[in-house]
C-alpha cells in the first residue's frame, strides 16, 4: 500500500469522481479504478459503491478516508519537519586556516558570517599548512584555507583567487622608491625567505631561478607575520602577496612596490573531505568566503600625511613614492 495510492484514493472521494481524481494523478481512470479495487481487496470491504452516478462512497470508505487524511497529513508534515532541519544553519564550522589567511581573511568573514546566522559559529584554527591538510584528511576540521592547495584524491577543492606578489623592503630600503621592481635589482639582496619546505618557497625559488637572480637568504620562517617582523627591522627584504603588508604599509612601517614577475602569485583555496557531507553550516560559510573573493580588494598602496619641516603635511605615498 503506497502514500501515493491513498492520496489517489482521497482524491478520487474529494471529486466522487473516478476520472477527475485519475486526472489530477497523471493515470487512466482504468488505472485508478484499479488501485482503488486492490485497496478494496486488502482491507476485505467496499469503499465505493460503483452503481451509482456520482459515486457514493460507503460508510467503510469514509472512515477510511479521514485515516488517508491523517496519515498523509502527518507524512507531508514529517517531510517538511526534515526539510527545516536540513535547511537550518547552526552548529560549529571547524575552520584551520594558515596565519596569513585566518587573521587577515577568516577573521572579519567570521563576524560576518555570525550576523548572517546567529545560531552558527565558527571555530578558527591557525596552522603550519602541512598540519592545515592533516587537520581536514583527519576530520578534525570541516574546511582547510590556505595557498597552493595539495591535488588529492581525498580532498575536494573550491578555489578562491589568485594573490599578485609584490617586493616588500624597509621604507628606508634602497628600492622603496621605486615604480617597479625587476628581479634582477635583487640579485644579492639579503632576502628573508620562507622554509624550504613550503610551496610558496619554492614557487618564488623557480621564479628567481627561471630570472637568473641569486639572492641572499639570511633568515626563513614557516609565515608571513615573523617575515614582515624580520624586514621591518631591516634583516632583509623579501617577497610576499601584496595585500599582506597593507596594514604595515598604512602606517608606514614597510614599502612594498611592485615586482616585474606577473605570473608569480600565491593561489589561495578552499579544501574539504571529498567524501564528507558538508552541512548547511558549513556550505554557507563556503559560499560566504567564494562571495567575498569574487570582490575586489584594495590592496593600492595608502597615503599618510607627513610634516616636512615646518611646512604644513604634505600628502606621501607610505610606499615612498611621490602621490600623484
Request: hydrophobic content about 40%.
Amino acid at each position: 500500500m503506497h502514500l501515493e495510492t491513498l492520496r489517489l484514493y482521497c482524491d478520487i472521494v474529494r471529486h466522487r469522481s473516478f476520472s477527475r481524481g485519475a486526472e489530477e494523478h497523471f493515470v487512466t481512470q482504468s488505472a485508478a479504478s484499479q488501485a482503488v479495487a486492490q485497496l478494496e481487496g486488502q482491507l476485505g470491504v467496499p469503499l465505493i459503491d460503483r452503481t451509482k452516478r456520482p459515486l457514493v462512497v460507503t460508510p467503510e470508505g469514509t472512515t477510511f478516508f479521514e485515516a488517508c487524511r491523517e496519515i498523509l497529513g502527518a507524512w507531508d508534515k514529517a517531510r517538511a519537519d526534515v526539510g527545516a532541519v536540513k535547511a537550518r544553519v547552526d552548529g560549529t564550522v571547524r575552520v584551520a586556516a594558515i596565519y596569513s589567511l585566518g587573521l587577515h581573511d577568516v577573521s572579519r568573514h567570521m563576524q560576518r558570517f555570525h550576523a548572517l546566522y546567529p545560531d552558527a559559529r565558527v571555530q578558527l584554527d591557525c596552522l603550519h599548512p602541512h598540519k592545515v591538510v592533516d587537520a581536514v584528511t583527519s576530520g578534525a576540521a570541516d574546511v582547510g584555507i590556505m595557498s597552493y592547495p595539495p591535488a588529492m584524491r581525498s580532498l575536494s577543492t573550491v578555489p578562491l583567487r589568485d594573490e599578485p606578489m609584490a617586493f616588500v623592503c624597509h621604507p628606508r630600503h634602497r628600492l622603496a622608491r621605486r615604480r617597479t621592481v625587476r628581479p634582477a635589482d635583487l640579485n644579492g639582496e639579503a632576502f628573508v625567505a620562507f622554509d624550504p619546505e613550503l610551496t610558496i618557497r619554492r614557487a618564488i625559488d623557480r621564479a628567481l631561478r627561471q630570472a637568473n637572480v641569486k639572492v641572499n637568504i639570511v633568515m626563513a620562517f614557516d609565515n608571513i607575520e615573523t617575515i614582515k617582523q624580520a624586514v621591518i627591522i631591516a634583516a632583509g627584504v623579501t617577497i610576499l602577496p601584496r595585500h599582506t603588508v597593507q596594514n604595515e604599509v598604512g602606517v608606514g612601517a614597510l614599502s612594498v612596490v611592485p615586482l616585474a614577475i606577473p605570473e608569480l602569485v600565491r593561489p589561495v583555496g578552499i579544501i574539504h573531505r571529498r567524501q564528507k557531507p558538508l552541512s548547511p553550516a558549513v556550505s554557507r560559510f563556503i559560499q560566504l568566503l567564494k562571495d567575498a573573493s569574487d570582490e575586489p580588494v584594495d590592496d593600492a598602496p595608502r597615503r599618510r600625511l607627513v610634516r616636512v619641516g615646518g611646512a604644513r603635511p604634505e600628502r606621501v605615498r607610505s610606499d615612498g613614492g611621490n602621490a600623484s
